[in-house]
């Protein structure tokens, strides 16, 4: 049990639709990232916020934004769904380096 | 730009062998390096954390190498069992702000 939760599990999506994926930490752990794991590949850094800002970012496109709260929880939103977006999405929090994940979120754009 | 890789891709053992798994990375600049196991269209379970200060960390059966000026880790697994059935993925950490740079996995199985 890592303390992070994600919902939902699964979603089916169409292309051209937008998707809120939702995640709640740790208490404490100020930072959250998501990542994006294609199947049968490692996951792929999207975004980290830190104490409500945007801090880092990969190289994904302006159409994934996210939000970050102070009651730990965060948000991942894609707008303009492409076939190509179908994969695992996973939040992770960290404390002093160490990275807690999220079971993700299956979502699947047909 | 910092790139992990993971060897082998797939490994199939009989239950009780010892094994090891290999991950490497081009930028030695590293915070921490982590080891994680994800079971099949699950999240990822965190399973030892070196920092770059240190040589190994073991939890259990498993053991975890880290040389830096290599760019190499290792992941031993003692006498393996089917639940550790798996893909391992390793990742690497370069400090506050920065993201986790992972490895495209090993993917383990262990027959009985």
């Known amino acids: 049990e890592t303390g992070v939760t994600q919902s939902p599990t699964h979603l089916i999506k169409t292309r051209g639709q937008q998707v809120t994926l939702r995640c709640s930490s740790q208490s404490g752990h100020n930072t959250v990232s998501w990542y994006q794991q294609a199947l049968g590949q490692g996951p792929q850094f999207i975004f980290q916020?830190?104490?409500?800002?945007?801090?880092g970012r990969g190289n994904f496109p302006p159409r994934f934004s996210g939000l970050q709260f102070p009651n730990y929880s965060s948000e991942l939103n894609v707008n303009a769904l492409e076939l190509d977006d179908s994969a695992l999405y996973l939040c992770?929090?960290?404390?002093?380096?160490?990275?807690?994940f999220g079971q993700g979120t299956r979502l699947t754009v047909v | 730009k910092q790139e992990v890789t993971q060897i082998p891709a797939a490994l199939s053992v009989p239950e009780g062998e010892n094994l090891v798994l290999n991950c490497s990375f081009t930028?030695?600049?590293?915070?921490?390096l982590q080891w994680f196991r994800q079971d099949p269209g699950k999240g990822l379970t965190s399973l030892l954390l070196?920092?770059?200060?240190?040589r190994e960390q073991t939890s259990g059966r498993l053991n975890a190498s880290l040389d830096k000026s290599s760019g190499r880790s290792t992941l031993y697994i003692a006498a393996s069992q089917p639940g550790d059935s798996a893909t391992y993925l390793c990742?690497?950490?370069?400090?506050?702000?920065?993201?986790?740079?992972f490895g495209a996995g090993t993917i383990l199985r262990v027959k009985s």
């Open positions: 990742a690497v950490h370069r400090g506050y702000g920065n993201k986790l740079v």
């Open positions: 992770a929090s960290s404390l002093d380096g160490l990275a807690f």
């Open positions: 070196i920092q770059s200060s240190q």
């Open positions: 916020y830190y104490r409500e800002e945007e801090n």
């Open positions: 930028d030695s600049a590293i915070y921490n």
